[in-house]
């Protein structure tokens, strides 16, 4: 079974600074064999708002799987955000915008979605899809397959009226969870909404034969919140089963509880919820 740990939105410059401490110790104590962090490390992309990321993953003392989000690019200073909106980034964060990870279990591949003509929408372009499927297609049908970008794939259907009009899927998802499908991809990771939610691709996607995960994390540590509290997944992964973990900050802020689980298991059509339970 592997653990991975999946944060996002950090925010660092809009960050709940007494979350962090219980969230590292936490983290040493749950011990994944990776985190993955979504996008979003920084408000506004400031060298000093860097730093204290960098610092934080650092801390952190785990092999890192990270996708820049759209807050990781500059916002107001123009120049920058056209001529190298990936600067600090690149050198704070990761000198790779396209992350790749693999063993004999499982590949990760990172999309990043952020772009910058667009301020907080994202996009996947046809190169980018093409470059996943070159990767995808030489993989092991046993290897388990996840996906991480930033922008989501699905919306939670809960809460936040206030931000409805910016709630929106990643551009291109659905010829990209098309492609995608004929390489039975086991699982989308994404965070941007600050909205925790764990679903799966049949209902906004409908391919027969093909089920998935979409995991959104929560914001892990910002004040930037969107009616719920901080939090994060824990998922744990076998070739039959997959379980996704969700803690939540508790009240008195000194540390995350596990608020609910989830569980899914690998049938003919793809991964399906608590199909044990179903008679
Ligand atoms: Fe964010
Ligand atoms: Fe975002």
Known sequence: MKTIVHLSDLHFGRVDYKRIKPLVTLLQKIDPELIVISGDFTQRAKEEEFIEAKKFIEDLK??????PGNHDIPLYNIYRRFRSPFKKYLKFISSDLSPYYQDKDIAILGINSVRRFTISSGRISKKQIKEAESRLEKLDDKILKIIVCHHPFDLPI????????????????????????????????????HLQHVGDTTIRYKIKDFQSLIVQAG?????????????????????????????????????????????????????????????
């Open 158 to 193: 809960k809460k936040d009226t206030h931000h409805k009009h910016t709630h929106k899927v990643v551009a291109r998802s659905k010829l990209v969870i098309k492609k995608f499908s004929k390489y039975k991809v086991d699982v989308f990771l994404s965070g941007h909404l």
């Open 219 to 279: 914001t892990a540590i910002s004040i930037r919140r969107r009616g719920e509290p901080v939090s994060f997944n824990v998922l744990k992964l076998t070739k039959e089963k997959i379980t996704v973990e969700t803690f939540a900050g508790n009240h008195n802020e000194s540390t995350y509880e596990n608020i609910f689980t989830e569980t899914f298991f690998k049938t003919s059509e793809g991964w399906r919820k608590n199909i044990s339970q179903v008679n």
């Open 62 to 67: 785990k092999p890192l799987f990270v996708v």
